[in-house]
């Protein structure tokens, strides 16, 4: 017989934030045991499936024994040359495929480990807030210490470098960004690119730009890749990922892009911790970075749609909301007197509408809860419905 043991979880593990969702969740599971008719507004995961020809190529490809070993961890050279192709076609920024780019089994986990490529015990790591917890939680794995740059509707959303004090500064060894942005909606412009690269260029700190809903736009109007403007290579790397853009975030794929030495240092963590993403995978992710726009403008049309047609039913019931020009985000004020959780927990008791608290991102979100789009628009009006009766 062996005696039970208690193992200690790791300080990183004891550090991490208390995850507020899980309270959501409890919440959800609740109403759902109650028969509530539940409308699910609350998840960034697309809704619809990934495109056809997409999956036809994955079934062909997965019958390939080639594919059934171990695939190299920067992955194929096709995959890489297919990322470099896209990157021109879209954004007129040429790669070489051999130096510029990783391949990421989804952009979650490149942006998981990127500070375990550089970051001491000590480090500072700046992080948009509200933002993707993922950057400050991976932070905090490799012993850094995060500086929130809070993220105002009165700058735009955008981080005000500005304002950073020195001392953190110093320390800062990566700044991350994330536009179009998830939870806010907001993009960014030539001028804060501009600002950020100078930024990142005077203070020796390298940018990790996270573009996982460039082709997730609306109105035409098509946000920029950082790797658009002069300079950028020198101080950065932009994460991508197949999972909005191909509604494909089941596959676990996604790619890093730009600075040589970033894409190096990035790999060799990889190559010590992971083996790549399966090949047959890759071999999908060729035929989905060759999409018809056609197929996308679809996708585009349809969460536009939505779009409208939330934005247009919270703003007549009085709620102040950013209208987004991409991501499947709206970002809405929470009415006065309530806060984030309170405003979350009315709708969902009240009104069989699960969102997400704008606090669960991080301070600087207390005030605003967050609608994804991912329901029909006939559901949508029905939230809307809901929602009218409790206000
Ligand atoms: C969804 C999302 C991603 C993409 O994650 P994958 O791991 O590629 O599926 C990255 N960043 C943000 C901010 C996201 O919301």
Redesign the pocket.
């Given at each position: 017989m062996s005696k039970k043991i208690t193992i200690e979880p790791a300080k990183r593990v004891k550090d991490l934030p208390p995850y507020l969702f899980a309270t959501i969740d409890k919440m959800k599971v609740k109403a759902l045991s109650k028969g509530v008719d539940l409308i699910d507004l609350s998840i960034?995961d697309p809704d619809t499936p990934t495109p056809k020809h997409i999956v036809e190529r994955m079934r062909k490809a997965v019958t390939n024994p080639a594919h059934h070993q171990y695939p190299s961890y920067v992955g194929m050279l096709s995959f890489r040359q297919a990322v470099a192709d896209w990157y021109k076609k879209r954004f007129n920024v040429t790669l070489d495929p051999k130096t510029e780019v990783v391949s990421?089994i989804?952009?979650?986990?490149g942006?998981g480990h990127m500070p375990l490529a550089f970051v001491n015990p000590g480090d500072y790591v700046l992080v948009p807030s509200p933002g993707?917890p993922?950057y400050p939680v991976a932070t905090l794995f490799a012993g850094g210490k995060g500086y929130e740059m809070p993220l105002l509707e009165k700058n735009d959303y955008l981080p005000d470098l500005d304002s950073i004090p020195e001392t953190v500064l110093k320390k800062a060894k990566l700044i991350f960004v994330?536009y179009p942005n998830?939870p806010t909606g907001a993009c960014a412009d030539r001028a804060f690119y501009t600002k950020l690269i100078k930024f990142a260029s005077d203070n020796n700190i390298l940018i990790c730009h996270?573009a996982?809903?460039s082709e997730m736009y609306f109105d035409e109007e098509k946000p920029l890749s950082f790797l658009q403007l002069p300079g950028a290579r020198n101080v950065g790397i932009e994460?991508h990922?197949?999972?909005?853009t191909y509604n494909m975030?089941g596959w676990?794929i996604?790619f890093a892009v730009g600075n040589k030495d970033a894409v190096a240092a990035l790999g060799k963590i990889k190559s010590n911790i992971d083996s790549g993403i399966f090949q047959a995978i890759q071999e999908a992710g060729i035929e989905a970075l060759q999409t018809d726009d056609k197929v996308l403008a679809k996708i585009r049309k349809m969460y536009q749609g939505r779009r409208d047609a939330l934005y247009k039913g919270l703003t007549k019931l009085g709620l102040e909301v950013s209208k987004p020009k991409a991501t499947f985000y709206l970002w809405v004020r929470c009415p006065k007197g309530l806060s984030s959780m309170d405003f979350t927990t009315l709708l969902l008791n009240k009104a069989g509408i699960l969102t997400t608290p704008g606090s669960g991102f991080g301070k600087p979100g207390e005030g605003y809860i967050r609608f994804a789009l991912t329901v029909p628009v006939k559901r949508i009006k029905e939230a809307v419905a809901r929602i009218e009766k409790v206000l």
């Amino acid at each position: 017989m062996s005696k039970k043991i208690t193992i200690e979880p790791a300080k990183r593990v004891k550090d991490l934030p208390p995850y507020l969702f899980a309270t959501i969740d409890k919440m959800k599971v609740k109403a759902l045991s109650k028969g509530v008719d539940l409308i699910d507004l609350s998840i960034g995961d697309p809704d619809t499936p990934t495109p056809k020809h997409i999956v036809e190529r994955m079934r062909k490809a997965v019958t390939n024994p080639a594919h059934h070993q171990y695939p190299s961890y920067v992955g194929m050279l096709s995959f890489r040359q297919a990322v470099a192709d896209w990157y021109k076609k879209r954004f007129n920024v040429t790669l070489d495929p051999k130096t510029e780019v990783v391949s990421l089994i989804g952009s979650k986990e490149g942006i998981g480990h990127m500070p375990l490529a550089f970051v001491n015990p000590g480090d500072y790591v700046l992080v948009p807030s509200p933002g993707y917890p993922v950057y400050p939680v991976a932070t905090l794995f490799a012993g850094g210490k995060g500086y929130e740059m809070p993220l105002l509707e009165k700058n735009d959303y955008l981080p005000d470098l500005d304002s950073i004090p020195e001392t953190v500064l110093k320390k800062a060894k990566l700044i991350f960004v994330n536009y179009p942005n998830n939870p806010t909606g907001a993009c960014a412009d030539r001028a804060f690119y501009t600002k950020l690269i100078k930024f990142a260029s005077d203070n020796n700190i390298l940018i990790c730009h996270d573009a996982a809903y460039s082709e997730m736009y609306f109105d035409e109007e098509k946000p920029l890749s950082f790797l658009q403007l002069p300079g950028a290579r020198n101080v950065g790397i932009e994460f991508h990922s197949l999972s909005k853009t191909y509604n494909m975030t089941g596959w676990r794929i996604g790619f890093a892009v730009g600075n040589k030495d970033a894409v190096a240092a990035l790999g060799k963590i990889k190559s010590n911790i992971d083996s790549g993403i399966f090949q047959a995978i890759q071999e999908a992710g060729i035929e989905a970075l060759q999409t018809d726009d056609k197929v996308l403008a679809k996708i585009r049309k349809m969460y536009q749609g939505r779009r409208d047609a939330l934005y247009k039913g919270l703003t007549k019931l009085g709620l102040e909301v950013s209208k987004p020009k991409a991501t499947f985000y709206l970002w809405v004020r929470c009415p006065k007197g309530l806060s984030s959780m309170d405003f979350t927990t009315l709708l969902l008791n009240k009104a069989g509408i699960l969102t997400t608290p704008g606090s669960g991102f991080g301070k600087p979100g207390e005030g605003y809860i967050r609608f994804a789009l991912t329901v029909p628009v006939k559901r949508i009006k029905e939230a809307v419905a809901r929602i009218e009766k409790v206000l």
